[in-house]
């Protein structure tokens, strides 16, 4: 790999650091529900991108079936939560 390569996935995995490290902030501090709900959402979007990133950077397949598990968690987990929040039950 090319150590320009290597310099581009290093400073991405840092902003998706940054970037998670706010949405977390945002998931705690955030005044409503909802707010949290889409912080976490946003957490688990941006960790599926960081394990993407990484699975370049190591050249290896078995991080992209993460990253997809990873996505599917996200998004059973954001609806689940937004019919709570609805509805105030889960499962009827």
Do not use: H
Not at 45 to 66: H, K, P, Q, R, W
Not at 79 to 90: D, S
């Amino acid at each position: 790999m090319s150590p320009f390569l290597n310099i581009i996935i290093s400073i991405t995995l840092c902003a998706y650091g940054i970037a998670i490290l706010l949405g977390l902030w945002r998931a705690i501090i955030g005044p409503t529900a909802q707010d949290r709900v889409l912080a976490l959402d946003y957490v688990t979007t941006v960790g599926m991108l960081a394990v993407l990133v990484i699975s370049i950077s190591y050249s290896n397949d078995v991080y992209f079936e993460g990253a997809l598990i990873l996505a599917l968690f996200g998004f059973v987990s954001s609806a689940a939560i937004a019919k709570f929040l609805l509805r105030g039950e889960v499962i009827e």
